[in-house]
C-alpha cells in the first residue's frame, strides 16, 4: 500500500501499461504492481520509456500481473519472540507470515547491539516444514548473561525467496540469567 501523496519508483509496467511494477518506499528494495489508475498522471514517467515485463491480469482481478509479489504463493519468515530461559539459555521463536510453507534450512544470527555476534547457527526444518501462520520454537543454545539490547536476524544471508523481506531482523531487550559477563 503507498500512502497518498507519497512517491514510489516506477519500474516496468504491463503490454497494454494498466499495471505499474513499483518500488515502495523509493530507496527499499520492497517491489510490488499497483493499477495506472491509482497514480497521479502528471508524476508518472513517459510509458513508452518503461520496459514490458508482464501480461496484463485476467479481468476482475486485484491482484496484479501473474508473477508479482502480491500472486506469490511464497513463505515470510520472522522472528517473533526471543525469550531468555532461567538457565540463560536463548530460545527464540520463528513465524511464517507468509502463504506458502517453508521446509529446508535457514540461517539464524544473533548479535550485540553493539555488533558482536554472539552466535550463528542453522535450522533445519527440512523433516517438519513450517506451514503458514505456525511457529517453531528454537533453543539456540546461546547463553545470554547479560541484560541488553540483542538482535536477532533470520535467514541473514537471504538465502530464502520471501513475500517480505523487510520483517527478518527483531530487536529484543532480553534480561540475562545473571552470572559473570
Given at each position: ?47 513508452a520509456s ?7 491480469p ?5 491482484s496484479?500481473p501473474?508473477g ?9 519468515l ?10 540463560g539459555n ?22 550485540s ?19 503458514p ?29 520471501e ?8 530487536r529484543?531487550?532480553l ?7
Amino acid at each position: 500500500m503507498i500512502p497518498a501523496g507519497r512517491e514510489a519508483r516506477v519500474t516496468g509496467r504491463t503490454e497494454d501499461g494498466a499495471w505499474l511494477r513499483v518500488v515502495y518506499p523509493s530507496q527499499s528494495g520492497i517491489e510490488g504492481w499497483v493499477p495506472r489508475a491509482n497514480f497521479v498522471t502528471d508524476g508518472l514517467p513517459s510509458l513508452a520509456s518503461l520496459p514490458s515485463l508482464a501480461q496484463a491480469p485476467a479481468a476482475g482481478s486485484a491482484s496484479g500481473p501473474a508473477g508479482s509479489v502480491e500472486g506469490d504463493a511464497l513463505p515470510d519468515l520472522s522472528v517473533a519472540s526471543a525469550e531468555v530461559q532461567p538457565n540463560g539459555n536463548l530460545v527464540v521463536r520463528i513465524t511464517n507470515e507468509g502463504r506458502a510453507p517453508f521446509a529446508g534450512r535457514v540461517g539464524l544470527q544473533v548479535s550485540s547491539a553493539d555488533g558482536e555476534i554472539l552466535g550463528v547457527l542453522e535450522v533445519n526444518l527440512t523433516s517438519q516444514p513450517l506451514a503458514p501462520g505456525r511457529f517453531a520454537s528454537v533453543n539456540t543454545g546461546i547463553e545470554v548473561r547479560r541484560t541488553g539490547l540483542f538482535v536477532i536476524e533470520i535467514d541473514h544471508v537471504n538465502s530464502v525467496k520471501e513475500s517480505g523481506e523487510f520483517n527478518n531482523v527483531r530487536r529484543v531487550l532480553l534480561v540475562g540469567a545473571g552470572g559473570s559477563p
